[in-house]
C-alpha cells in the first residue's frame, strides 16, 4: 500500500538496552492500540501501519531513527522515547521536520513544544501526590538518589524542593550510572546506613532498578518503615525481582496494571491476550497505548496527519483510557490524568493509598500546587 492508502506512523522505542524491558510494553502497546484501530475500519477507511525502529536505549539512535523516519518515509506522527535525554535527542528533529512526537512516559516537566504531545505524568501529577503520601506516612527525613542523567537530576530537584516546602528535611543526593555495578549499590546502601532516612525517593532507571532494589532486601532494610518511593519503578521492574523484594515499596503512577476498574481490566485482559502474557502491563504502556487511540481520533476529526490539522483536533477529542477519561490541554500539549499512589503488594492487588477524585489538569511548571486535601482522597481504593 502507498501513503496515499495508509496512515504511516513511526515508533521510536527501545527493545534492547538498559531500558529495553519497559520500552517493550510499550511496544506492545502501540501494536495493540493499532490493531484495535484497523480492526474497527483504520481511521477513514485507511488503515494505521507503524514503522518500528529500536534504538536500543542510546540517545543518538532516537535521534537519527527519528530523522530516517520523517524525511526518508515520510512519516509524520511519531511516538516513542523513554528516558528524558531520548526526548530531548528526538525532539530537534521532530520540529525540523515538521513533525509530531506523542512522549507516553512520565517526566520532569518544564518543558513545552509545540511539536511534542506529553503523554506521561507531569511533575503536579506525580511527584505531588506522591510527596504529600510520603510526608503525612512516614517522616520528614528523605534520601534522593538517581540515575546520572537529567530526568533524576530534575526529579530529585522537584521532590527536594516540595519535600522541603513542608518542613522536610533532604539528608543528601547523589548519583550513579546507568550501568549499575557492585561498587555503586554498595555506595547507595552504606549512604542509607550513614544518614538514617524515614524513606528514600529513588529516580534509579533501566536494569539497576532490580540491583538495587534487591541489595536492599538483603541489607535488612524494612519497606513497611523505610520504603523506596519511585516513579520510574513499574510493574517490569516487579516482575524481574527475587520474591518478597518489592513488598511495601512505594510507586506514583495514573494507571497500575491491579487497577480495579471495568476499563482498566479489559485493556489488561487484551494486553496479556496480545502478548500471550510475557509481559506485565506497565503505567509507559497504558500512555503509550492510549496516545494512538487521541491520535487516532484526532485523525478521524483532522482527515489528515499534517500538523497544522491534527494538533488543533487533539485538543477537541477524548478518550476512554484504562486510568480514566484523558484529553491534551491546549496551552500545554500535556494531558490531563488520573495520578495514584500504591504499596507494592506482591500476589496481590497493588494497594492504592492516595486516588484522584478527579482528572488532575497538567502543571508542567509546578504554577499551581494543589495540596493533597484537594486533589487526592488518600482513602479512594480506585480513584474513578
Not at 46 to 67: G, I, K, Q
Not at 176 to 190: K, Q, S
Request: overall charge negative; proline content about 8%; some cysteine.
Amino acid at each position: 500500500m502507498t501513503s496515499e492508502e495508509t496512515w504511516p506512523i513511526g515508533v521510536v522505542m527501545s527493545e534492547t538496552g538498559v531500558t529495553g524491558m519497559v520500552e517493550r510494553t510499550q511496544v506492545a502497546a502501540v501494536k495493540l492500540a493499532v490493531a484495535e484501530i484497523n480492526a474497527a475500519g483504520g481511521v477513514r477507511g485507511r488503515p494505521v501501519v507503524p514503522l518500528f525502529r529500536d534504538p536500543a536505549s542510546t540517545p543518538a539512535r532516537y535521534r537519527d531513527l527519528t530523522l530516517e523516519l520523517c524525511r526518508d518515509h515520510g512519516v509524520r506522527v511519531i511516538f516513542g522515547g523513554h528516558m528524558s535525554s531520548t526526548r530531548k535527542a528526538m525532539l530537534p528533529m521532530v520540529e525540523a521536520q515538521n513533525a509530531l512526537l506523542f512522549y507516553p512516559t512520565l517526566y520532569e516537566g518544564f518543558e513545552y513544544s509545540r511539536h511534542c504531545i506529553y503523554t506521561g505524568a507531569a511533575p503536579n501529577q506525580n511527584s505531588v501526590p506522591l510527596v504529600d503520601y510520603l510526608f503525612g506516612t512516614f517522616g520528614r527525613r528523605l534520601l534522593l538518589i538517581g540515575s546520572d542523567y537529567v530526568y533524576p537530576y530534575e526529579s530529585n530537584r522537584i521532590v527536594g524542593d516540595l519535600f522541603r516546602s513542608k518542613g522536610g528535611e533532604i539528608l543528601g543526593e547523589t548519583y550513579v550510572p546507568l550501568d549499575l555495578r557492585g561498587e555503586h549499590v554498595a555506595r547507595l546502601l552504606d549512604l542509607v546506613r550513614e544518614t538514617q532516612p524515614d524513606m528514600i525517593y529513588s529516580t534509579l532507571v533501566g536494569d539497576g532498578i532490580v540491583r538495587f532494589y534487591e541489595a536492599y532486601r538483603a541489607a535488612g532494610f524494612d519497606p513497611e518503615t523505610l520504603p523506596i518511593a519511585s516513579q520510574s519503578t513499574s510493574e517490569v521492574d516487579v516482575l524481574r525481582m527475587a520474591p518478597g523484594t518489592a513488598e511495601g515499596h512505594v510507586i506514583a503512577a495514573p494507571f497500575f496494571d491491579s487497577l480495579d476498574t471495568p476499563a482498566a481490566a479489559e485493556f489488561t485482559r487484551a494486553f496479556h491476550a496480545a502478548t500471550g502474557g510475557a509481559l506485565p502491563v506497565t503505567a509507559p504502556a497504558e500512555a503509550a497505548y492510549f496516545s494512538v487511540h487521541l491520535y487516532a481520533r484526532a485523525l478521524a476529526l483532522a482527515g489528515e496527519d499534517g500538523i497544522d490539522r491534527l494538533l488543533p483536533a487533539l485538543y477537541e477529542v477524548e478518550y476512554e483510557a484504562p486510568q480514566g477519561p484523558v484529553r491534551v490541554d491546549r496551552l500545554t500539549n500535556h494531558t490531563h490524568l488520573w495520578p495514584r499512589v500504591a504499596r507494592i503488594r506482591e500476589g496481590a492487588p497493588y494497594e492504592i493509598v492516595s486516588a484522584p477524585k478527579r482528572r488532575v489538569p497538567p502543571d508542567p511548571y509546578l504554577i499551581e500546587i494543589v495540596g493533597d486535601e484537594e486533589a487526592a482522597d488518600p482513602l479512594a481504593a480506585a480513584g474513578n
